[in-house]
């Protein structure tokens, strides 16, 4: 059993780890001030290959493995969690859905451009105002019309609409067969008819932006369609496995950054005599998110792992978004106590480190969501362990 990252693997890291530093952390604070990530920090991701992560090298990817994505999302995670999510979203869901069951003209024609740095970025719609966690209680829907696809209802809280190229929607396209009758359809944002509100007003991670859609009688070409009609809860159910993973990794980030920054201040403050380092009930909160941390990355690699190898990873993925999320936001937690008041200043960093943690917990499926998906996995497969 060897838990060392290969070579490539760690150099990927540095590099990642050495253009957040540079290009991200500096600009936290102000990304979630304004609410907006600088466009020149995304272009400078294409080369890098961080925009196209989960794409083949065919199309101008980076075609990385499951590790080295997470590796990736960590880093920008550590730089600034709105930051991260939007990436990760734009890899693991938009550009994931294409790469997965897109055809070879459908990949051709609309991942080059979303992935260079230079284009907009991808979006996945699954969300309505009625239907989060239950996707089988979706409304929107498509009927077939000659050679087009009408689209009509509305999504909320999509994440990267607002700054997509394409939406890949999940509809009904025939609603008397259930979660049967469910397709993925790509939607240019261009397509009359769709209409992308302003971001919604959130709790943090400002660089992130989510956005209500509406489909008003949409119509799109029926080549659109994204792989075989009524398989798209299924092609659901296999993205967010992937996207679970990404979002454990990314919540991993934010735990640590949050330890760093309370390590540093706990260095420095001093209060009885001595700086706050060296008190037993700061050293006990450091001890045990590091622990966590720990823990945590351990898991999402294993998740990984287990994506790379081909191997069922679902049960593994939720365990690890479960614990991993609730565990950022601990550590969050953590970092805002060794600060005392100043951590609930928005001068100092943590306050924002922890409302990013708190969305992880939600997005792409909340904790009680990973619960259910791991107790039935457990009764269907048994204990999660390694083999």
């Known amino acids: 059993m060897d838990f060392r990252l290969s070579e490539e693997q760690r150099l990927w890291r540095k590099a990642v780890h050495d253009f957040v530093s540079k290009e991200i952390k500096p600009l936290a ?37 499951a590790i080295s994505s997470a590796i990736a999302i960590e880093e920008l995670a550590w730089g600034d969690g709105g930051t991260a999510l939007t990436i990760e979203a734009h890899n693991e869901l938009g550009c994931a859905s294409v790469a997965l069951f897109g055809t070879e003209d459908q990949k051709q024609t609309l991942l080059p451009p979303v992935i260079s740095g230079e284009g907009k970025l991808t979006s996945l719609a699954l969300t309505e105002p009625q239907a989060g966690s239950d996707l089988r209680n979706i409304r929107t829907k498509a009927h077939k019309q000659g050679n087009q696809w009408i689209i009509q209802g509305s999504k909320s809280w999509i994440t990267n609409a607002g700054e997509a190229d394409f939406i890949v929607t999940l509809v009904k396209t025939n609603p008397d067969e259930g979660s049967s009758g469910m397709s993925m359809i790509i939607v240019p944002t261009d397509t009359p008819g769709l209409s992308i509100a302003p971001p919604e007003k959130k709790m943090g991670a400002g660089g992130t932006h989510s956005h209500e859609v509406r489909y008003d009688a949409a119509k799109v070409p029926a ?20 996207g679970r993973v990404s979002v454990g990794a990314l919540s991993v980030g934010i735990a640590q950054a949050a330890l760093e920054e309370g390590l540093s201040y706990a260095k420095e403050r001093e209060t009885f005599g001595k700086t706050l380092s060296k008190h037993q009930a700061i050293q006990w909160l450091v001890a045990d998110a590091a622990t966590d941390i720990h823990a945590a990355r351990l898991m999402v690699y294993y998740a990984a792992w287990l994506k790379d190898q081909g191997k069922s990873y679902t049960k593994a993925g939720a365990a690890a978004k479960l614990f991993a999320t609730e565990m950022a936001e601990r550590a969050a937690y953590s970092a805002i106590q060794i600060h005392g008041s100043y951590g609930y200043s928005r001068e100092y960093p943590v306050e924002a480190m922890y409302k990013a943690a708190r969305l992880m917990t939600i997005g792409e499926g909340t904790s009680e969501i990973q619960r259910l998906v791991i107790a039935r996995k457990l009764f269907e497969e048994g204990p999660l362990r390694i083999e």
Request: overall charge negative.
């Open 223 to 242: 080549e659109y369609l994204l792989g075989k009609e009524g398989e798209g809860l299924q092609q659901t159910l296999k993205i967010l496995d992937g």
């Open 29 to 65: 604070q102000e990304i979630n001030e304004k609410e907006e990530i600088p466009r020149p920090v995304i272009q400078k991701m294409g080369p890098m290959g961080l925009l196209g992560m989960c794409v083949p090298e065919t199309y101008g990817g980076s075609e990385l493995d």
